[in-house]
Nanobody, 115 residues
């Protein structure tokens, strides 16, 4: 069973930056998409950013120009660089790998943006 392990969450002031990382516990032969989702208290889990095997990325409108997703296919890792953070970015962030047999999810990492 593959596990995804996230790291890099924490408390940051508005306008600050954080970098989230996600790594698989073992090598995965094919990963179609790598993505980051987030879930704020009382809300559904929403897609934040997604990147395909070729490196093409898409973002939800609220993070465009502030967040950057990147992946390393050889290492099976995905990162999310988050700049100019806002209080409304506060949520638990989950990484997701879409593979031929389904989806893998991380356990989530808390990001809190507050002064």
């Amino acid at each position: 069973q593959v596990q995804l392990v996230e790291s890099g969450g924490g408390l940051v002031q508005p306008g600050g930056s954080l970098r989230l990382s996600c790594a698989a516990s073992r090598s995965i032969f094919i990963i179609y998409y790598m993505a980051w989702y987030r879930q704020a208290p009382g809300k559904q889990r929403d897609l934040v950013a997604i990147i395909n095997r070729g490196g093409r990325a898409n973002y939800t409108d609220s993070v465009k120009g502030r967040f950057t997703i990147s992946r390393d296919n050889a290492k099976n890792t995905v990162d999310l660089q988050m700049n100019s953070l806002k209080p409304e970015d506060t949520a638990v962030y989950y990484c997701n790998f879409r593979v031929p047999t389904g989806n893998y999810w991380g356990q989530g990492t808390q990001v809190t943006v507050s002064s």
